[in-house]
């Protein structure tokens, strides 16, 4: 655990340098400079990130669309923020882009589409900050996995949240065509 003072702001480039000397630490960075530290879940989030990311790389092994990635990427996004989604797409274009700037950084942009599975330890509004943030940020599909309720709020850009109650398959079409996420391994 680290004591964060309160009032204290990181610049971006600051955020990566602590990264770097702390690589066993997970932070995210908010807009404002803000450090959120991120600590290590229970082992029933573990298992349900696990069948996300195993559902998620099954879809892309079949399509090699974009690049898909998990919750040890850091985004570095357009209004400053470095945030980790549980599970995230990028575009093909938007992967190209990224290559030209460098390999050895965060990715440049918001993703295309995001996963957040809230655990238990997680506030939903505070996940619900991190959609809309997403959002305002280009990202054109999200999902708030809430386990515990069995809900999935969907949020797209330019439309309000939809909550739909125990699904048992949703669907990312058209964004990534094909991909359906099974959520009776989830529940």
């Known amino acids: 655990m680290v004591a964060i003072p309160r009032n204290f702001h990181l610049s971006p480039h600051q955020f990566e340098q602590l990264c770097r000397a702390n690589p066993d630490c ?8 803000q450090l959120i530290e991120m600590s290590p879940t229970h082992w029933q989030s573990g298992r349900r990130n696990q069948a996300i990311a195993t559902q998620l790389g099954l879809w892309f092994r079949q399509t090699k669309q974009g690049a898909i990635f998990d919750s040890s990427t ?4 357009p209004n400053g923020a470095i945030r980790s989604p549980d599970a995230a797409w ?6 190209t882009r990224a290559v030209t700037r460098g ?8 993703p295309a589409f995001v996963i957040e599975l809230a655990s238990a330890s997680d506030r939903p509004d505070d996940l619900r900050g991190k959609l809309a943030e997403y959002l305002a940020n280009g990202c054109q599909l999200g999902w708030l996995i809430l386990p515990t309720f069995r ?12 909550c739909l109650e125990n699904p048992e398959i949703i669907s990312a ?3 990534l065509t094909g991909f359906s ?3 009776r391994e989830i529940w």
């Not at 997970?26 to 400079?33: I, K, M, S, T």
């Not at 990028?90 to 992967?95: K, R």
């Not at 390999?103 to 918001?110: A, T």
């Not at 709020?153 to 939809?162: M, T």
């Open 151 to 162: 809900q999935v709020e969907v949020w797209r850009s330019s439309q309000d949240p939809e």
């Open 103 to 110: 390999l050895d950084e965060f990715f440049p942009g918001c």
């Open 26 to 33: 997970r932070f995210e960075l908010d807009a404002d400079g």
């Open 90 to 95: 990028v575009t093909p274009e938007q992967l």
């Open 74 to 77: 850091g985004f570095r996004l």
């Open 173 to 175: 079409d058209p964004l």
């Open 181 to 183: 996420l099974d959520l």
